[in-house]
C-alpha cells in the first residue's frame, strides 16, 4: 500500500513538471508573439505609415550659422540717398519733366528708404514726388521731396524714416489728394503757357488710378501724364560700391543657411519641415523675409511648384530656390543637392552635371559690352551637349536687388547691353516632367574691371556637387 502511494505521488510530481515545462514553453511562445507584433507595429509606423520615419527622425540642430557681414554692413547713407534723388531731379530737368511720383514699393526704397513693408497700400494715396529746381549760386540741379500724405495719417507719414524732412503736403478725407498736390506744387498753368510739352511722370509700378486723378486733377492744362521713362527706371539697375556690399553679405549668408541645414537632412524628412527649418535659420541669422522654395525628387521637376510635402527619399534630388531680405536688398541662390548616403541614378546624375556645366559656360560668357542674349545662348549651348536644351525651359536669369526679379534680363530676345554695376542671377535648370528636376542658382555682378564675379564668393561660391553646395 505504501508502495502505491509512492508511486502514485511520483506520477504526480512527474506530471506537473511536466504540465509546468509545458506551461514555460507556451508562456515563452506567447512573449515571443508579443515581442513579433511589437516590432511588426514599430516598423509599420516607421516605414509603411502616413508618419512614415516619425519615430526615427535624428535629433535636428537648427542654430544660426550667422554671417558677420549682418551686423557689420552698414545701410545706405543719408548722402547717398541725397545723391540718387539728385540725379533723379537731373534727369527729370533734362526731359522737361516737372515731377515725379511714386506710391510705397521698389522705387520709394531707393530714393526714400521706405517701402511696402513699412507703409501698406490702400485706396488713400502716399505718395512721394520730386521736384527738380536750380539752385542760385552754381546753377546745379537739386531734388526737392515732397510727402503727400491723408491728414490723419501725417503723425504716422513723420515717423518713416526718411533720409531728410521732406515737405509734408496733407489732404483730409473730403479733398480730392490730386487736386491738394498739383495746387501744392503749383503744376497747373494757364493753356499755351511756358510749360507747353513739359510732363508729369508716374511710377511704372504705380496703380492705375493714380493716373487717373492726376489727369483729372491737371485737366485743361498742358501737362501730360505718362509712366516713367527708361532713364528714370535705369538708376536702380547699376548698383553702387555700397548696394553690392549689402548684396553679396545677404546672399552668402543665404548660401551658409541652405549649407547648414542641408547637413541637418535626413530620409523621409518632408518638404514643409526642410523649408521651415531653412526659415528660421535665416530668421536666427539676421535676414528677414527669408524662405524657400523646397521641393524634393520629381516635384522639382515644376520650376516654380508648390510641393506635395513629400517626404524625401534615397533616389531624390532636394531642390533649395531660397530668397532673403537685408536693408531692402533681396538674395536669390538654388541648389540642388543630395544626402552622403543618397542613391542618385547616373543618369541624375549626369544631368546635375551638365547643369553645372550650363552655370560655368554662362559665366564664362557674362562682361561689359556683352549683350545679354549671348550670356543665355551659353547656358542653352552647354546643354545642348548632352541633348538637354529642349528641357531648359525658362530665360537663364533676371536682375537682383531691391525686387528679387528686375531689370536687366537674360533671355533669348534681350537686347540690353551688360555694364558695371549690372546684377543678375545665373540660374541654368532641366525639367523632365514626372521624374526628376535639376537647377543651380547664384547671383553676380559686373565690377569694376567689367568682368562677372559671384555675390556668393566670399561664401565658396558655386556648388562644387550635390553633396558640396
Known sequence: MGMLKETSRSVLLRRHTVESRVTDYQWKKYRISLLLCFVFLICYIGFGSPTRFSLFKPEVTIESPKHPCVSAIPPISRSEYTSRQNRLAQIL?????????????????????????????????????????????????????????????????????????????????EQDPYSVAVEALQLKSAPNS??????????????????????????GTNLTVTSAPKEINQLRERKSDSEIEI????????????????????????????????????????????????????????????????????SDFALFDCTANLYGYWSDVTRTVALPSSKISSDNWNKWSMVHLAQEFAISAAKEGVTARVVDEHARFALRLAKLDEYFTHRLGHGIGLEVHEAPYLNGGSTDIIQIGHTFSNEPGVYIEGLVGVRLEDCFFINESGQAEYLTAGAGGPSKSPYEP
Not at 531734388?143 to 503723425?155: D, G, I, M, N, R
Request: glycine residues 10%; negative net charge.
Open 194 to 219: 511756358l510749360n507747353v510739352g513739359r510732363k508729369l511722370f508716374i511710377d511704372n509700378s504705380a496703380r492705375h488710378f493714380l493716373y487717373d486723378g492726376f489727369q483729372h486733377a491737371l485737366a
Open 247 to 314: 548684396m553679396k553679405c545677404v546672399n552668402e549668408a543665404t548660401l551658409l543657411g541652405i549649407r547648414h541645414v542641408h547637413k541637418q537632412m535626413y530620409f523621409g524628412m518632408r518638404e514643409s519641415e526642410a523649408r521651415d527649418m531653412i526659415s528660421t535659420v535665416f530668421a536666427d541669422g539676421g535676414l528677414s523675409g527669408g524662405g524657400c522654395l523646397t521641393l524634393f525628387g520629381d516635384n522639382a521637376a515644376l520650376p516654380h511648384g508648390s510641393g506635395t510635402n513629400k517626404a524625401l527619399g534615397q
Open 93 to 173: 530737368h533734362d526731359l522737361d519733366a516737372e515731377a515725379y511720383i511714386a506710391e510705397p514699393g521698389a522705387h520709394t526704397q531707393y530714393f526714400a528708404n521706405f517701402s511696402t513693408t513699412d507703409w501698406k497700400l490702400s485706396e488713400r494715396p502716399l505718395l512721394v514726388i520730386v521736384t527738380p529746381h536750380q539752385t542760385g549760386k552754381d546753377g546745379n540741379i537739386v531734388a526737392k521731396v515732397s510727402l503727400l500724405t491723408p491728414k490723419f495719417e501725417a503723425p504716422r507719414a513723420k515717423l518713416l524714416a526718411l533720409p531728410s524732412t521732406p515737405g509734408y503736403i496733407e489732404w483730409a478725407e
